[in-house]
């Protein structure tokens, strides 16, 4: 198996491109500590490529992937075509998932898709330094947490020692 080190951003590019680009901006600021090696950086997709392509250099990037992040907006639970094919891939794979919600909820809500409810994923808010605490501690011990199929999430006191209270 290759070596994995990178994180793949699963969300709605038509809605949240946004959260993508503030996170890709996180990584770049020198007053802000986060920073991910990300996957999208590998294999660029053309506008109007087929679904087939399109999935094949998806996997291209999930083979190099070592964690997801998963943002959830108001409409990510209905999207099927891409969204929820990388969110079952990621799980086949058995790759740790952070689930970020753009409504601020430090927990599994009713925006979340199926597809990922009860697989073992931690939910966070949308806010840097929580979701680089979850790839860090998260994904460090995803194998106590893996096979448990459960919807995780921090405690107040983690919130609190961040500075997130």
Not at 17 to 37: L, P, R, T, V
Not at 60 to 70: F, G, H, M, S, Y
Not at 136 to 142: L, M, R, W
Request: overall charge neutral; glycine content about 8%.
């Amino acid at each position: 198996m290759a070596y994995r080190n990178k994180t793949y951003v699963i969300f709605d590019g038509d809605e949240d491109m946004w959260a993508y680009g503030f996170m890709k901006g996180w990584k770049q600021s020198e007053h802000i500590d986060f920073d991910f090696y990300d996957a999208h950086d590998i294999n660029g997709i053309r506008d109007g490529s087929g679904e087939e392509t399109v999935k094949r250099r998806l996997r291209e990037r999930l083979a190099n992937t070592k964690q997801a992040i998963v943002v959830i907006g108001e409409k990510t639970k209905n999207l099927y075509r891409y969204v929820r094919w990388e969110i079952e891939t990621c799980l086949n794979k058995g790759i740790p998932i952070v689930a970020t919600n753009l409504n601020g909820s430090r927990r599994i809500d009713d925006r979340c898709p199926p597809v990922l409810r009860d697989k073992d994923a931690i939910f966070v808010p949308f806010r840097a330094r929580i979701i680089k605490y979850a790839l860090d501690d998260f994904v460090d011990n995803f194998g106590n947490y893996q096979g448990k199929g459960d919807n995780w999430h921090y405690v107040d006191k983690v919130y609190r020692d961040l500075g997130l209270e």
